[in-house]
Nanobody, 123 residues
Framework: VQLQASGGGLVQAGGSLRLSCAAS????????MGWFRQAPGKEREFVAA????????YYADSVKGRFTISRDNVKNTVYLQMNSLKPEDTAVYYC?????????????????WGQGTLVTVSS
């Protein structure tokens, strides 16, 4: 599956952004999807994941209550709605996919990755 992320930009602290990730090449509903991020000088970290149907989601503690992951299996797109953004949310955000049969709560087995989109939150 090929993944194309978009929607990054510059936003003030407290603001909102919505990231999108369009998938192509394989049946979208056969994949669980995730968002990860990598801040300057730091390792990539898990942000959120969603199962094939959208019925189950999983979040990192640092974004719980502020970010929402969703998907549209007709549009072959996964979204990350980010509210109440903080300067520490500044990072390159990546979308990723893994086969739907894999355990959603495992974050180390995403095998397909898109290019990143930069989110910068100013204080």
């Amino acid at each position: 599956v090929q993944l194309q992320a978009s929607g990054g930009g510059l936003v003030q602290a407290g603001g909102s952004l919505r990231l999108s990730c369009a998938a192509s090449g394989r049946p979208f509903s056969s994949y669980a999807m995730g968002w990860f991020r990598q801040a300057p000088g730091k390792e990539r970290e898990f942000v959120a994941a969603i199962n094939w149907s959208g019925g189950s989601t999983y979040y990192a503690d640092s974004v719980k209550g502020r970010f929402t992951i969703s998907r549209d299996n007709v549009k072959n797109t996964v979204y990350l709605q980010m509210n109440s953004l903080k300067p520490e949310d500044t990072a390159v955000y990546y979308c990723a996919a893994k086969p739907a049969y894999l355990r959603l709560l495992t974050t180390t087995d995403f095998g397909s990755w898109g290019q990143g989109t930069l989110v910068t939150v100013s204080s």
